[in-house]
């Protein structure tokens, strides 16, 4: 009996000292949420974001390159105000209104198709072909012109921290680059 005793003693005061899980809980700060309504009017909360671990950047900033006509800058920079966040698939059109704006070109292109784009700026406007293979290291202000098989394919301008065309972009397009072209 004196043992049964001892050892209800014990596991009381055991539990006595020692602090329950549940109790624990109450001593760590809560997860801050953020409370909203919904399009169908229903409340909705989801837990705030506190840490950010960035990506490390895996492609530099595009370089300036002194030899390239400084107006394909300023296009650049007209292109990044007009453009938009998502693709209205009239690259083409946005970057020949740059193009126009900034002074490049005194006429608007009329090839039709983006990847021909390429040749007509070439033949008609004095650009060149310039000897980059990836599109990262083309200089900012540089149209790039992509190809496609059955499409119209895609041109975009380069610009200091990535591309544009009719949109904003961080990568460059996944067609088959046809070449990347500037004006001296």
């Not at 296009?75 to 693709?87: D, L, N, P, V």
């Not at 406007?125 to 990262?136: I, Q």
Request: glycine letters at 6%; a positive charge; aromatic letters at 10%.
């Amino acid at each position: 009996m004196s043992k049964l005793l001892t050892i209800t003693f014990a596991v009381l005061g055991f539990a006595a000292f020692c602090p329950h899980p549940a109790s624990a809980l109450i001593f760590s700060a809560p997860n801050p949420k953020f409370a909203y309504t919904d399009s169908s009017g229903k409340k909705q909360s989801v837990e705030i974001v506190d840490k950010y671990y960035p990506k490390k950047i895996v492609h530099p900033f595009a370089k300036v390159d002194a030899n390239i006509d400084p107006k394909l800058r300023r296009a650049a920079t007209i292109a990044e105000e007009r453009a938009h966040a998502h693709s209205l698939s009239k690259c083409w059109h946005f970057v020949k209104e740059a193009l126009v704006a900034a002074g490049v070109v005194k006429s608007r292109p009329q090839t039709t198709l983006a990847k021909q784009a390429g040749q007509e700026l070439v033949n008609s406007y004095g650009f060149k072909k310039l000897p980059v293979s990836n599109p990262y290291e083309a200089p900012v202000g540089s149209v790039l012109v992509y190809g496609a098989k059955s499409a119209a394919g895609h041109v975009e301008i380069r610009t200091e921290d990535g591309f544009v065309s009719d949109f904003r972009s961080k990568i460059p397009s996944r067609r088959p680059l046809l070449g990347v072209f500037a004006k001296s």
